[in-house]
C-alpha cells in the first residue's frame, strides 16, 4: 500500500490480480502486514519487487470498477561528495551498467522491526542494518545490490575482468570454488578476488561490526554469463535468479538512490564520493505499431478502442494513436519482454479479461503437408497397427541411453554423440540403435507375462564431421517368444506393406549371436538385420530368457510400400494343390526361388510343417490360359525334386 492508492481489500487484489496478472497463491495476515505468495513466470522479471507487483495491481483492479492508482517511489537525487579516493573500471564493457558510492560515519546496528519483519517474512534471514538495507531494496525494487566494507579494500579500487584458470574464490558463506575463464569477477587492482558479481560475494570483503565506511554498489550484469556461472558452479542465490532474468537497466539507479536514502536513515551514513555511473550503451527506446483491428482479430472479441488504450496506459505503456494504428512505446521495465504486435495482444487479452473471452474454438484449417512428410505419417500409422494386432505393444524411450547399456553390447561410447550438460547419466548418449533400449524393455518387464513383444519407431543419431548429427527413422521390434515368431513378424510386415522383393540372408552383427544373425534386404539394398540377442550381452541385461529382433531403417521400406498389392488376375481354371518334403539342407528363401525358376505354372509355395531337419512344403500349380492337368503339375514337381538335394517325399494334398 505504500506504492499503491486503493481502497481493494487483500483479498479482492489477491482475487482480481491472480484473474489478470502474477497468481496469488496465498495470503496472510502478519502483524500490521499482509504477506502475498506469488508465482512469479520467468518473463515477468518486472512483478519480482513490491513496486513491480503495485504497478501491476493498479492496472487490474481499474478494470474491476476498483479505482487503484501506482505510486511510484519518490527517490531525490543525492548530491555528490567525493572526498574518499575510489575508482571502478570496467574496461571491456562486461557489465551493462555499473552504480556505486562510498558512504562514510557508518553505524552498524539492528535493523528497525519492520525491516527485520518484512525479511523474514520473505524467507531472508535478517543479520544487520547495512546488509539487511540491500536485500530490503531488492524486495522492494528489484534489483539485487552489494554492500563492502570499504576499508577492507586497501586498494580503494575496482576492476572488472574475466576470471583466469585456476582462480579461486571463497563466498560469504565459506565456500570455496575454483573460478573459469568465462566468470566475470571484481579484482581490487592486485589480483585479489573480491566480488561475483550478481550472484554472492566474498568473505574478504564483507562487512562487519567494526565496519565504518562502505561501498554500495550495483551492477546490471551479462545476463546469459550469469546464467552460465550461477549454473556451473552451483552457487543459487535469489540475486543470481533475478541478474539472469535481464532486470531493467534503469532500476540500477532507483535502487542505489533508494539504498542511499536508507542508509541515510538507518545507519546514519554520509556519502562520502562522487556518485559513479558507467553505462556505455544506453538502453534505446522501443515501439511496436499495432492496429485496433489487429487486436481484436487475434483476441476475438471486439474491444472499445479507449478500453484498449487505458490498458496500456495502466501498464506503463506511452501510445500514440494515428487513425487505426496504435504506435506503443515500451517502458525499460518490459524491455525484455514485449517486442513485437503479438505480446500487446497478449498484453491487452490478460489484462481485459480471459474469463471474458467466449470459449469459441476457432474455424479448423487443413495445412496439407509436403508429400514425403505425409506419405512418412501415412506409412507410420499402418505399421503401428500390424505390429499392434499382432501383439506388440508401441514403447517409447529416450532418445539417449546411459554408458552402462552401451557397454552391454560392446558399444563404444567415443562414438556416440554426448550431451554435455545431460540432467542424468542414463541419459547421456544419443542412440544409434533401437534394440538396447527394447531388449531393457523386455528385462524391466519380465514376471509381469510370459509373452513379451515391443516395437519402437524413433530416430537414431550418428556423428557428421563439422555438421549436425545424421537423423536416421528406424523401426525396431524386440521379443521373447521365438525365432520363428520374429521372422513372422518381418514377414508379415512386409506382406502388409505390399513389398514383395524382399530376400534374406546370413549376416553379421555384433548385436546377434552368429549362428542366428541375418540381414534384410529389398532388391539388393540392405534395410536391416535380425536375430538373437547374443548370450554374452543377455547375461549382462540379466535377461531371463532369449530375446529376439530386428530394426529396419524406416525410410526403406515406406519408400519401396504401395498402400494397395500389385494386380493379379485370377486364374479361372482350376488349382492343383501338391506336398513336397524336402531335408533342410538350405534357407527356405533359396529353397522358394529355385522352385520358381524350375515351374512356370507354380503361382504359391508356402512352409506347411516342419519336423527335425524336414520342411513339409504345399505347393499351388496354375495356368491362366487353360486347365492345368495333375500330370503336367507333377512333371513341374519332379524339375524341383532334381534341383533340390535331399530325400524327397511327395504326395497329392
Given at each position: 500500500m505504500e506504492y499503491l492508492d486503493t481502497k481493494a481489500t487483500p483479498a479482492q487484489i489477491q482475487e482480481y490480480l491472480?484473474?489478470?496478472?502474477?497468481?496469488?497463491?496465498?495470503?496472510e495476515k502478519t502483524g500490521g502486514d499482509w504477506i502475498y505468495e506469488i508465482e512469479i513466470t520467468s518473463n515477468r522479471i518486472d512483478t519480482v519487487s513490491v513496486v513491480g507487483i503495485a504497478r501491476e495491481a493498479a492496472a487490474i483492479l481499474n478494470r474491476f470498477n476498483i479505482p487503484a492508482r501506482f505510486k511510484p517511489p519518490q527517490i531525490k537525487t543525492p548530491a555528490s561528495n567525493p572526498i574518499l579516493p575510489f575508482v571502478i573500471a570496467d574496461p571491456k564493457h562486461l557489465c551493462n551498467r555499473l552504480m556505486a558510492v562510498v558512504m562514510d560515519q557508518v553505524t552498524v546496528l539492528k535493523s528497525p522491526e519492520y525491516i527485520k519483519n518484512r525479511l523474514v517474512a520473505a524467507g531472508i534471514r535478517s543479520l544487520n542494518?547495512?546488509?539487511?538495507i540491500t536485500n530490503y531494496v531488492m524486495l522492494e525494487i528489484g534489483h539485487p545490490s552489494h554492500v563492502f566494507d570499504y576499508d577492507r579494500i586497501k586498494?580503494?579500487?575496482?576492476?572488472?575482468?574475466?576470471?583466469?584458470?585456476?582462480?579461486k574464490i571463497t563466498t560469504l558463506d565459506e565456500k570455496t570454488y575454483d573460478l573459469y575463464e568465462n566468470d566475470i569477477i571484481i579484482d581490487d587492482g592486485t589480483g585479489r578476488v573480491i566480488d561475483l558479481p550478481g550472484i554472492m560475494g566474498?568473505?574478504?570483503?564483507?562487512?562487519?561490526?567494526?565496519?565504518?565506511?562502505?561501498?554500495?554498489?550495483?551492477?546490471?550484469?551479462?545476463?546469459?554469463?550469469?546464467?552460465?556461472?550461477?549454473?556451473?558452479?552451483?552457487?543459487?542465490?535469489?540475486?543470481?535468479?533475478?541478474?539472469e532474468k535481464y532486470p531493467d537497466i534503469s532500476l540500477v539507479q532507483t535502487a542505489l538512490y533508494r539504498g542511499i536514502e536508507l542508509f541515510e536513515t538507518l545507519?546514519?551514513?554520509?556519502?562520502?564520493?562522487?556518485?559513479?555511473?558507467?553505462?556505455?550503451?544506453?538502453?534505446?527506446?522501443?515501439?511496436?505499431?499495432?492496429?485496433?483491428?489487429?487486436?481484436?482479430?487475434?483476441?476475438?472479441?471486439?474491444?472499445?478502442?479507449?478500453?484498449?488504450?487505458?490498458?496500456?496506459?495502466?501498464l506503463g505503456f506511452g501510445i500514440r494513436v494515428k487513425e487505426n494504428i496504435i504506435e506503443i512505446d515500451i517502458p525499460s521495465y518490459r524491455t525484455h519482454d514485449v517486442r513485437q504486435p503479438e505480446d500487446i495482444v497478449e498484453e491487452i487479452a490478460r489484462i481485459y479479461g480471459y474469463h471474458n473471452i467466449p470459449s469459441q474454438l476457432p474455424p479448423l484449417v487443413y495445412l496439407k503437408q509436403p508429400e514425403d512428410t505425409e506419405r512418412l505419417f501415412q506409412y507410420q500409422q499402418i505399421i503401428k497397427t500390424f505390429l499392434k494386432h499382432n501383439g506388440c505393444i508401441e514403447v517409447m524411450n529416450y532418445s539417449a541411453c546411459s554408458r552402462e547399456l552401451l557397454d552391454s553390447f560392446n558399444l563404444r561410447p567415443d562414438r556416440h554423440l554426448k550431451i554435455t550438460n545431460t540432467i542424468s547419466e542414463d541419459i547421456k548418449y544419443l542412440r544409434q540403435s533401437l534394440i538396447p533400449s527394447l531388449s531393457r524393455n523386455i528385462k524391466d518387464n519380465e514376471g509381469y507375462r510370459p509373452k513379451l513383444k515391443f516395437f519402437e519407431i524413433a530416430k537414431t543419431y550418428l556423428p557428421a564431421d563439422k555438421?549436425?548429427?545424421?537423423?536416421?527413422?528406424?523401426?525396431?521390434?524386440?521379443?521373447?517368444?521365438?525365432?520363428?515368431d520374429l521372422k513372422g513378424l518381418i514377414d508379415g510386415l512386409m506382406n502388409e506393406l505390399n513389398i514383395k522383393d524382399v530376400q534374406f540372408k546370413a549376416g553379421k552383427n555384433p548385436v546377434f549371436a552368429p549362428a542366428?544373425?541375418?540381414?534384410?534386404?529389398?532388391?539388393?539394398?540392405?534395410?536391416?538385420?535380425?536375430?538373437?540377442?547374443?548370450?554374452?550381452?543377455?547375461?549382462?541385461?540379466?535377461?531371463?530368457?532369449?530375446?529376439?529382433?530386428?530394426?529396419?531403417?524406416?525410410?526403406?521400406?515406406?519408400?519401396?510400400?504401395?498402400?494397395?498389392?500389385?494386380?493379379?488376375?485370377?486364374?479361372?481354371?482350376?488349382n492343383i494343390h501338391l506336398d513336397l518334403t524336402v531335408v533342410h539342407s538350405r534357407p527356405f528363401a533359396e529353397i522358394v526361388k529355385i522352385a520358381k525358376q524350375k515351374?512356370?505354372?507354380?503361382?504359391?509355395?508356402?512352409?506347411?510343417?516342419?519336423?527335425?531337419?524336414?520342411?513339409?512344403?504345399?505347393?499351388?500349380?496354375?495356368?491362366?490360359?487353360?486347365?492345368?492337368?495333375e500330370k503336367e503339375a507333377q512333371k513341374e514337381l519332379e524339375q524341383i525334386k532334381k534341383t533340390l538335394s535331399g530325400d524327397v517325399k511327395s504326395g497329392r494334398s
Amino acid at each position: 500500500m505504500e506504492y499503491l492508492d486503493t481502497k481493494a481489500t487483500p483479498a479482492q487484489i489477491q482475487e482480481y490480480l491472480s484473474l489478470c496478472g502474477p497468481s496469488v497463491e496465498r495470503i496472510e495476515k502478519t502483524g500490521g502486514d499482509w504477506i502475498y505468495e506469488i508465482e512469479i513466470t520467468s518473463n515477468r522479471i518486472d512483478t519480482v519487487s513490491v513496486v513491480g507487483i503495485a504497478r501491476e495491481a493498479a492496472a487490474i483492479l481499474n478494470r474491476f470498477n476498483i479505482p487503484a492508482r501506482f505510486k511510484p517511489p519518490q527517490i531525490k537525487t543525492p548530491a555528490s561528495n567525493p572526498i574518499l579516493p575510489f575508482v571502478i573500471a570496467d574496461p571491456k564493457h562486461l557489465c551493462n551498467r555499473l552504480m556505486a558510492v562510498v558512504m562514510d560515519q557508518v553505524t552498524v546496528l539492528k535493523s528497525p522491526e519492520y525491516i527485520k519483519n518484512r525479511l523474514v517474512a520473505a524467507g531472508i534471514r535478517s543479520l544487520n542494518n547495512l546488509v539487511d538495507i540491500t536485500n530490503y531494496v531488492m524486495l522492494e525494487i528489484g534489483h539485487p545490490s552489494h554492500v563492502f566494507d570499504y576499508d577492507r579494500i586497501k586498494t580503494n579500487n575496482f576492476l572488472i575482468r574475466h576470471a583466469k584458470a585456476g582462480e579461486k574464490i571463497t563466498t560469504l558463506d565459506e565456500k570455496t570454488y575454483d573460478l573459469y575463464e568465462n566468470d566475470i569477477i571484481i579484482d581490487d587492482g592486485t589480483g585479489r578476488v573480491i566480488d561475483l558479481p550478481g550472484i554472492m560475494g566474498t568473505a574478504n570483503s564483507i562487512v562487519t561490526d567494526q565496519t565504518k565506511k562502505i561501498v554500495f554498489f550495483i551492477e546490471s550484469n551479462n545476463s546469459v554469463a550469469i546464467r552460465r556461472s550461477s549454473m556451473t558452479h552451483g552457487i543459487r542465490t535469489l540475486a543470481a535468479s533475478i541478474n539472469e532474468k535481464y532486470p531493467d537497466i534503469s532500476l540500477v539507479q532507483t535502487a542505489l538512490y533508494r539504498g542511499i536514502e536508507l542508509f541515510e536513515t538507518l545507519a546514519n551514513a554520509k556519502i562520502a564520493s562522487r556518485i559513479f555511473d558507467i553505462y556505455p550503451s544506453p538502453r534505446q527506446n522501443n515501439s511496436v505499431n499495432v492496429g485496433y483491428r489487429y487486436l481484436c482479430e487475434r483476441i476475438g472479441v471486439d474491444i472499445p478502442k479507449n478500453q484498449v488504450n487505458n490498458i496500456l496506459k495502466d501498464l506503463g505503456f506511452g501510445i500514440r494513436v494515428k487513425e487505426n494504428i496504435i504506435e506503443i512505446d515500451i517502458p525499460s521495465y518490459r524491455t525484455h519482454d514485449v517486442r513485437q504486435p503479438e505480446d500487446i495482444v497478449e498484453e491487452i487479452a490478460r489484462i481485459y479479461g480471459y474469463h471474458n473471452i467466449p470459449s469459441q474454438l476457432p474455424p479448423l484449417v487443413y495445412l496439407k503437408q509436403p508429400e514425403d512428410t505425409e506419405r512418412l505419417f501415412q506409412y507410420q500409422q499402418i505399421i503401428k497397427t500390424f505390429l499392434k494386432h499382432n501383439g506388440c505393444i508401441e514403447v517409447m524411450n529416450y532418445s539417449a541411453c546411459s554408458r552402462e547399456l552401451l557397454d552391454s553390447f560392446n558399444l563404444r561410447p567415443d562414438r556416440h554423440l554426448k550431451i554435455t550438460n545431460t540432467i542424468s547419466e542414463d541419459i547421456k548418449y544419443l542412440r544409434q540403435s533401437l534394440i538396447p533400449s527394447l531388449s531393457r524393455n523386455i528385462k524391466d518387464n519380465e514376471g509381469y507375462r510370459p509373452k513379451l513383444k515391443f516395437f519402437e519407431i524413433a530416430k537414431t543419431y550418428l556423428p557428421a564431421d563439422k555438421n549436425l548429427p545424421e537423423e536416421k527413422f528406424k523401426i525396431g521390434c524386440a521379443v521373447n517368444t521365438s525365432f520363428e515368431d520374429l521372422k513372422g513378424l518381418i514377414d508379415g510386415l512386409m506382406n502388409e506393406l505390399n513389398i514383395k522383393d524382399v530376400q534374406f540372408k546370413a549376416g553379421k552383427n555384433p548385436v546377434f549371436a552368429p549362428a542366428m544373425a541375418g540381414e534384410i534386404l529389398i532388391g539388393k539394398t540392405r534395410v536391416g538385420f535380425f536375430g538373437k540377442i547374443a548370450s554374452i550381452h543377455a547375461a549382462r541385461l540379466r535377461l531371463k530368457s532369449d530375446v529376439f529382433a530386428f530394426e529396419l531403417d524406416f525410410t526403406a521400406p515406406v519408400s519401396n510400400a504401395r498402400l494397395m498389392p500389385a494386380y493379379k488376375p485370377f486364374s479361372p481354371f482350376a488349382n492343383i494343390h501338391l506336398d513336397l518334403t524336402v531335408v533342410h539342407s538350405r534357407p527356405f528363401a533359396e529353397i522358394v526361388k529355385i522352385a520358381k525358376q524350375k515351374a512356370a505354372h507354380l503361382v504359391d509355395i508356402t512352409l506347411k510343417d516342419a519336423y527335425k531337419n524336414n520342411l513339409t512344403l504345399h505347393l499351388v500349380f496354375a495356368s491362366l490360359a487353360q486347365n492345368l492337368t495333375e500330370k503336367e503339375a507333377q512333371k513341374e514337381l519332379e524339375q524341383i525334386k532334381k534341383t533340390l538335394s535331399g530325400d524327397v517325399k511327395s504326395g497329392r494334398s
